[in-house]
Nanobody, 113 residues
Framework: QVQLAESGGGLVQPGGSLRLSCAAS????????MDWYRQAPGKQRELVAA?????KYTDSVKGRFTVSRDNARNTWYLQMNSLAPEDTAVYYC?????????WGQGTQVTVSS
């Protein structure tokens, strides 16, 4: 059973930065792909970034967010810079591993002065 443990959310002022982590456990095998979603209050969950061989980003975060991974630790990261109030949401990591969907527990990111 794969488990995804997220960390790194918090309160940050506009223009600030945060780095989210998503640590995968419960498998001896490497996870090759990870997505990052976010859900703001009253809105649908949206895909913001994905990393398989190449990173992909939704337009609203291009140039500000960067996905990366540490294969040795089976941990994935979402570096978020130049944060704005509209980035406020609960952020989730997600992977589809052996045809099963796994989600992190979510971490709150609040951008406010």
């Amino acid at each position: 059973q794969v488990q995804l443990a997220e960390s790194g959310g918090g309160l940050v002022q506009p223009g600030g930065s945060l780095r989210l982590s998503c640590a995968a456990s419960g498998t001896r095998f490497m996870i090759f792909a990870m997505d990052w979603y976010r859900q703001a209050p009253g809105k649908q969950r949206e895909l913001v970034a994905a990393l398989t061989n190449e990173p992909k980003y939704t337009d609203s975060v291009k140039g500000r967010f960067t996905v990366s991974r540490d294969n040795a630790r089976n941990t994935w990261y979402l570096q978020m810079n130049s944060l704005a109030p509209e980035d406020t949401a609960v952020y989730y990591c997600h992977t589809n591993y052996r045809s099963q969907d796994y989600w992190g527990q979510g971490t709150q990111v609040t951008v406010s002065s």
